[in-house]
């Protein structure tokens, strides 16, 4: 049985036998799948550039007993700019090694695989800082999957506008410096301009998601507390994050 016309982002090749390829792709339609390109590795292969690492294809695929052969690909975006910077290529795969941890086989999730496009196509064309574009992804991704962060008051006293905001990353909540009691947990520090950041991300408009500033401090602060957040809610560690860390030549330092 074959079904068409679907678009499919490679989150994983592996070389499989001389000239194939194990595909783990994402589709909006069937959510995570996998897939076998044969002859891919092929230099007269048709489908080779559609079936790379981080490239949005339209495929064709044929279906028997379950399992999936990709029949026709064609590519859609390139995501060029992630192949001519190594340290975006690796972070687009910390993009895809999260999708893998959280979204289920089988289970359609549009609105997680739009976060992850837009989120390659910002990287790719260095439309903001990738540190940036790495945080929005991070927690948005969390909201999606159902962890959204409660950053509304310090969960303790109420205050809205809590002094030295800390997050506790097996909660979601925050809570003022000075109300931090061992009830919070493991905490990331924040600030008031980070806090606001990560605030805005939880409900800002898909299309607007990149669409904001912070000073250099801020901005680690944020990418520490949402990597830590999401790392904690997945209970494991990343391994493609930490060779994005070695090879950055930007790293974002100690807490």
């Known amino acids: 049985m074959a079904f068409t016309g679907s678009d499919a982002l490679v989150l994983r090749e592996v070389r499989y036998k001389e000239s194939d390829r194990i595909l783990t792709l994402f589709t909006p339609e069937r959510g995570i799948v996998t897939a076998k390109a044969r002859g891919a590795l092929r230099k007269s292969s048709r489908i080779a550039a559609a079936t790379q690492q981080l490239t949005l294809s339209e495929m064709t695929f044929f279906e028997n007993r379950g399992k999936l052969t ?11 700019g992630l192949r001519l910077n190594f340290e975006n290529f690796a972070l687009g795969c910390y993009f895809a090694e999260c999708i893998e941890a959280f979204v289920q086989e089988e289970n359609p ?25 790495k945080a929005a992804f991070e927690v948005r991704l969390m909201c999606l999957m159902g962890y959204t962060p409660d950053l509304s008051v310090c969960c303790f006293c109420g205050e809205e506008q809590p002094v030295s905001p800390v997050l506790g990353v097996q909660t979601g909540k925050i809570c003022c410096r000075k109300c ?15 806090l606001a950041a990560m605030r805005y991300l939880v409900s800002a408009p898909a299309r607007r998601l990149f669409s904001f500033t912070l000073p250099e401090e801020a901005l680690r602060r944020l990418n520490q507390a949402s990597e830590t957040y999401l790392a904690t809610q997945a209970s494991r560690r990343f391994a493609t994050l930490e060779y994005w860390k070695k090879i950055c030549s930007h790293p974002m330092g100690s807490a």
Do not use: W
């Open 70 to 80: 990709v029949q026709e690909a064609l590519v859609k975006e390139p995501f060029e």
């Open 109 to 133: 999730d549009p609105d997680s695989f739009q976060l992850i496009l837009n989120s390659l196509y910002a990287v790719s064309h260095e439309l903001c800082d990738p540190l940036l574009v």
């Open 180 to 194: 931090r009691t061992s009830e919070l947990g493991a905490g990331m520090q924040l600030c008031s301009a980070s």
